[in-house]
């Protein structure tokens, strides 16, 4: 008993020490630039193209997407795994890196860090950003971009997940009587590849490839932040024993190109000089109601 207490003392003093170091990353990354910007000569951000229909389409999709197959989940989820037996150099690395007796902490970190930290830090230092600029109504048109980059990347892994039918480590290393036993049975076979890191890496790169686009003085900060607290996520995941190496490494590459691909490709930098479109919302009183319009202006 003594035994264990010292090891669960020794690992915590270690995750204390290791979330110390990324809390410091981020807060290096927060404060790079922090020269006033009356200090310097403040230039318009450049103008990307949009269309609004056409983005919110797309976002709106799949999001739809993703959301229906997690609902139906029981259903689509494969029987069992197709790909069960994972390569030697992913055995080794969940050794390495798994916490053990304190998985279910890495697990709930991931979830703290995938969906709440990095999302609020890239949201706010790109607003910060436009806000810097001088063009804070072109943070939502922003904050779409990022959001169709990670819609895209959410829905292109769970469909991944459903065809290939990787085992999760944790599963594969339960006795086969105990497998059907778990919490979420029909997560089993879903491994391959890390939705929480590819989500995570979408958004970090979208942000700061939208972010190089326009021009922001605070870009530094927006890569830097979002790419640690991206790789912070993935590394908790296998951590928690819900993924391999391979299925990390993986989901960041993956939603590091759909963080690339949906601003160049679909939102190119204007050459003219033209300010961000912006989108408003408006209300028209009519005689016995009042009409609600989405007017966008590029």
Known sequence: MVDRI????????????WFGVVAALVG????????????????????????????????????????????LKGTLAPAACRWCAPPGFDVAARDALRWGDDRRTADVLSYVSALGLAPLAVFGLDALAAHDAGEVRGFWFDALVIAEA??????????????????????????????????????????????????????????????????????????????????????????????????????????SAMGVAIPLLLHPRREDGDSPGVASLSATPLQGGAMMGVSGMS
């Open 150 to 255: 990670t819609a895209l990347a959410m829905a292109m892994n769970q469909l991944v997940k459903f065809l290939v039918a990787r085992e999760r480590p944790f599963v594969k290393a339960l006795p086969e009587a105990e497998k059907r036993s778990t919490p979420m049975p029909a997560d089993n076979d879903l491994s391959f590849y890390s939705g929480h890191t590819a989500f995570p890496f979408a958004r970090a790169v979208a942000a700061g490839t939208v972010a190089e686009q326009r021009g922001y003085r605070l870009a530094p900060a927006i890569w830097a932040s979002g790419l640690t607290l991206a790789a912070v996520s993935g590394y908790l995941r296998i951590a928690a024993d819900k993924h391999y190496l391979s299925d990390v490494l993986t989901g960041a590459l993956l939603g």
């Open 28 to 71: 290096a990354a927060v404060s790079v630039d922090a020269v006033p910007v009356q200090a310097q000569e403040r230039s318009r951000p450049h103008a990307l193209d949009y269309d609004l229909p056409r983005d919110l389409a797309i976002a709106g999709g799949a999001t739809a997407l993703w959301a229906t197959t997690e609902l």
């Open 6 to 17: 010292a090891r669960l003392g020794q690992r915590g003093a270690m995750n204390e020490r």
